[in-house]
């Protein structure tokens, strides 16, 4: 079976259905979380933070094996089995991951944050694909972008900037130009 690599094949509403039934602890990070704060971006990927703590880990081990997640590479993209354990997920401050229903990324210590507590400090409760979930906020984001330092997060950060003022001014009551 070929893992979903495109915006088209991705389904993240599946992998948050996953977790929540799992009642996993985490946080909605990267590009999925600037779409919901409005940035127009696309990504084939979805990015959370756990909580690390081991139930915490078991849970979302159950959710990984429902999820029929595989280790994912540049030399393997479709994935290869690994041993889904709460002991294995804790070995590792990352984990890049194929899913039956698209890639799903694991930083449990995103670039220029502290993890899950510092990131659920200024998150909110959003819908994304029909599940309410916890989102980080669209300056952590940024924040951990700029941390990060790579070129494909360089290149979004203008765009992410943009809406981040975008979202400021429309929060004081300015809603922009007339239409």
């Not at 979903?4 to 799992?22: M, T, W």
């Amino acid at each position: 079976m070929s893992i979903p690599g495109n915006v088209a094949d991705f389904e993240p509403g599946q992998i948050l259905r996953a977790l929540e039934a799992h009642h996993v602890r985490y946080v909605v990070i990267g590009a999925i979380a600037a779409i919901a704060a409005g940035a127009p971006i696309l990504t084939t990927d979805l990015d959370v933070t756990p909580a690390r703590s081991r139930e915490n880990l078991k849970r979302l081990a159950l959710a990984l094996r429902d999820l029929d997640a595989k280790l994912r590479s540049a030399s393997a993209p479709d994935g290869v089995p690994f041993p889904i354990e709460a002991e294995m997920l804790a070995t590792a401050d990352s984990w890049t991951l194929a899913t039956r229903v698209g890639h799903l990324d694991l930083m449990f210590l995103p670039a220029g944050t502290r993890g899950y507590d510092d990131l659920r400090s200024g998150a909110r409760r959003e819908r994304i694909a029909g599940v309410t979930v916890t989102v980080a906020a669209l300056a952590d984001v940024i924040r951990s972008k700029e941390a990060a330092n790579r070129e494909k997060d360089n290149m979004q950060l203008p765009i992410l900037r943009r809406t981040l003022e975008q979202t400021r001014v429309r929060g004081r009551g300015h809603h922009g130009p007339e239409q």
